[in-house]
């Protein structure tokens, strides 16, 4: 699928891994849609690169269907999504004094990066399904999942189990939607410099990046960006999980 001229939806695209995204997509062609809740980020991100700014809830029905229609008036039919909008608590299964893990932390988290996720994707989809297609392929969906997916730490039940959900149905919504002549990729990043790691001390920055086996040090957004535009642009990548993550394998802490 080519970018230039194409409509894209980039979700958390006001800040971290789906700004970059967004800005990279923008400087290569394609007609941006951002959708975040950060309004005020989100539109002046949005104004930078030349995008449509929409405030959508990932894990509401309505304001998906809602942004989509936004974007798709504006931009016409997306034929990119990348999903980056999520949320990662730090919360012990059992905590001190041997609290148990509150529930409704664990299901907003679920409910933001799986949920929302699929939220996504289904309604996207749908209203792909009905396009022309473009050199044998109507569009392409890149997710967000983490190394947490895989190597997760201590803290990150409700993280690694969202972000394991997003890896476990990447396949099947790929063969759900190779009739469609849709591609589903994941991209599982490693210890990304986002505007949360931008605001520790940069001691604890570099003991992050220390972990990394090479290159030796955090990983840039951009880099992240620069994967999803290679898959954006190659027909044989569909159903896969990318580890981008300077082969890092997460301690326990």
Do not use: W
Not at 96 to 105: R, S, Y
Request: net charge neutral.
């Amino acid at each position: 699928m080519r970018i230039d001229g194409m409509a894209a939806v980039v979700t958390g695209g006001a800040s971290g891994l789906g700004n970059a995204t967004a800005k990279a997509l923008a400087e290569a062609g394609a007609k941006v849609t951002i959708f975040d809740l950060n309004e005020g980020a989100g539109k002046a991100k949005a104004a930078e690169i030349g995008a449509r700014f929409v405030s959508v809830n990932v894990s509401d029905d309505v304001s998906v269907a809602a942004g989509l229609a936004a974007s798709q008036e504006a931009h016409g039919v997306a034929r990119i999504l990348v999903n980056c909008a999520g949320v990662a608590p730090a919360v012990k299964t059992v905590g001190k004094d041997n609290v148990p893990h509150p529930l409704d932390i664990f299901a907003k988290t679920i409910g933001v990066n799986l949920i929302g996720t699929f939220n996504l994707i289904s309604k996207f989809a749908a209203l792909l399904a009905a396009a022309d297609e473009i050199e044998g392929e109507r569009g392409v969906i890149v997710n967000t999942a983490s190394v947490a997916a895989f190597d997760g730490q201590i803290g990150q039940a409700a993280y690694s189990a969202s972000k394991g959900g997003v890896v476990g149905m990447t396949l099947p919504i790929a063969r759900d939607l190779a009739q469609h002549k849709i591609r589903v990729m994941t991209v599982a990043p490693g210890i990304f410099l986002t505007p949360m790691l931008e605001s520790f001390p940069q001691n604890v920055q570099d003991a992050l990046g220390a972990q990394v086996p090479h290159p030796n040090r955090l990983g840039k957004p951009a880099e992240y960006a620069q994967l999803v535009q290679s898959i954006i642009l190659n027909p044989m990548l569909n159903g896969e999980v990318i580890r981008l993550d300077g082969a890092i394998r997460m301690a326990p802490r």
